[in-house]
């Protein structure tokens, strides 16, 4: 439906389209020097800055301008009158009512065919938060918050190139979420870049609420239970990311940005390992791959040992763990399940309780109903121990969404190894590896650079399991275009 000439046909559009919508502001006024001109301005209530509206647009139009009536009256205001610097005319009333509605003010005159619509964005934001999740000791404690705008200004600030560009998309057919693609133009691929446009274009959906409908509805492989999308709520994360050759999607009214394309190594990668020197960071993340390895196998491996193989044990250890279960009326298998239930469930109790509770009750609970299942003779000590670990060891991850994956998959070795026995637990080790294997994120193989590393000379192997040091760091991971693929200078 297009705009009318006439002020009135319009308006009756307008309060058709927002009946019931107490919140938008509609309002008919006289302007120009002669108050010959009629005009009318729509607005959302609370979304605008209002100083800008009435000062920029309603102050000037009714008091200061000197425009007289005429066709093209919208024109000359746009030019001479409306000072503001964002300005558009427009002349379909689904993108007008998609602007009122993102916080913009349309304005509307007589006997013109158009509307101008000018940026008075001025909704109520918390500011920029601090980082809750990926907390480091050293590196910056800003983070992204719900506003896109603001996320936008918080990558400008750390990348002052203007080869930074920001590709602006809606998806929704509700919600008309506005979604702002990032990357570095010469550094990332092409490809890679209209790929990750072209996936987000193809959403058909209602409503977009936050960034994980796109990371999931983006995904090839959805019954994965492994993330191929990278989220993070660090926004230096995020601009070195971009600075790697990889595209961040910022979401609006999300705290998380989408890191894309992602792979096994960048789940294990945290902000802080570039911040401080590289034998502790090196350190720390063999320690991670340790810990996932742990929180994926060792339940499954204690099952197949004590039911399948105690001979893998010396005798002392074997006689040992039978003399905790004499008194134990369920199965080693009843065992595991059990623990590892209830500790999933302190776990999400934690939680959803206030934060100020939360992790008291995850430490408390889980020693009160470890000591308790002991003394009752429900559960043997080595039981808790094996799941104390392993839950001890996904806190270790540094991406949640890894963890949740390797959450899922420890079920798996679980019942295989629980049926047979250590020929099922390196069935299900190697089920999930041929799985991982499998994966890949807009071109780039999951499992990289553990994986065809060698068709860029091991390079990307420099910074995987261990860091080394920031000036053997030369050339930028796979996601680059191999035409920019050199970020530093020798030494």
């Known amino acids: ?9 319009n ?32 607005y959302v209530d609370n979304m605008i800055n209002k100083t800008v509206t009435e000062d920029l647009i309603m102050t000037n139009l009714m008091t200061r301008t000197r425009v007289r009536a005429d066709v093209n009256i919208l024109d000359k205001l746009k030019n001479e009158a409306i000072s503001i610097g964002e300005i558009k005319e427009e002349n379909d009333f689904d993108n007008i009512f998609t602007s009122i509605l993102l916080g913009d003010t349309a304005i509307f005159a007589d006997k013109d065919d158009k509307a101008l619509i000018a940026s008075t964005k001025g909704w109520p934001t918390r500011g920029v938060p601090k980082v809750e999740n990926e907390v480091v000791v050293q590196g910056p404690k800003d983070a992204f918050g719900e506003a896109i705008n603001f996320n936008i200004v918080l990558m400008r600030r750390r990348i002052r190139d203007t080869g930074l560009k920001v590709i602006r998309l809606r998806c929704g057919r509700r919600s008309k979420t506005d979604i702002a693609v990032m990357y570095i133009e010469g550094i ?14 193809k959403i058909d959906v ?11 509805l983006t995904e090839k492989k959805w019954w994965s239970p492994f993330p191929q999308v990278q989220m993070t709520e660090r926004p230096d994360k995020a601009a070195a990311a971009i600075l790697e050759g990889r595209v961040v999607a910022a979401v609006d009214n999300s705290p998380l940005a989408l890191l894309l394309p992602s792979t096994l190594n960048t789940f294990f990668q945290a902000a802080e390992d570039y911040y401080d020197r590289w034998q502790i ?8 791959y340790a810990a996932a390895f ?19 044990l010396p005798v002392e250890a074997v006689l040992k763990i039978a003399g905790t279960r004499i008194d134990v009326p369920f199965s080693a298998v009843t065992e595991v399940f059990g623990m590892e239930i209830a500790f999933e469930l302190l776990r999400e109790a934690g939680i959803r309780l206030p934060s100020s509770i939360g992790s008291t009750l995850g430490i408390v609970g889980g020693i009160v109903i470890g000591q308790a299942a002991v003394e009752a003779g429900l559960v043997g000590p080595v039981v808790v121990i094996v799941s104390a670990i392993t839950g001890i060891c996904t806190f270790v991850i540094p991406n949640q969404a890894m963890v949740n994956g390797i959450r899922l998959s420890k079920y798996i070795i679980l019942i295989l190894s629980a049926a047979l026995g250590m020929f099922g637990f390196w069935t299900g080790i190697l089920l999930v590896i041929v799985h991982l294997c499998s994966l890949e994120s807009f071109g780039i193989p999951y499992m990289y650079p553990y994986c065809s590393a060698s068709e860029r000379g091991w390079d990307d192997f420099k910074d995987s399991i261990i860091r080394l040091p920031l000036f053997m760091l030369r050339k930028r991971p796979i996601f680059a275009s191999p035409k920019n693929k050199i970020r530093r ?3």
Request: include cysteine.
């Open 1 to 9: 439906m297009l705009v009318s000439k006439s002020l009135n046909e």
């Open 11 to 42: 308006k009756n559009i307008l309060e058709s389209a927002f009946r019931d919508c107490g919140d938008v502001i509609i309002r008919t006024f006289l302007a120009g020097p002669d108050k010959d001109m009629k005009m009318m301005i729509v």
């Open 188 to 201: 990332a691929r092409d490809e890679i870049v209209k790929r990750v446009i072209e996936s987000i274009k």
């Open 206 to 216: 209602d409503a977009v609420i936050d960034g994980g409908y796109i990371e999931q």
């Open 281 to 288: 960071m090196s350190f720390i993340r063999l320690i991670r």
């Open 294 to 312: 742990l929180a994926l196998a060792l339940p499954g491996l204690y099952i197949a040992i004590t039911l399948y193989n105690p001979n893998l």
């Open 489 to 491: 200078g020798k030494r």
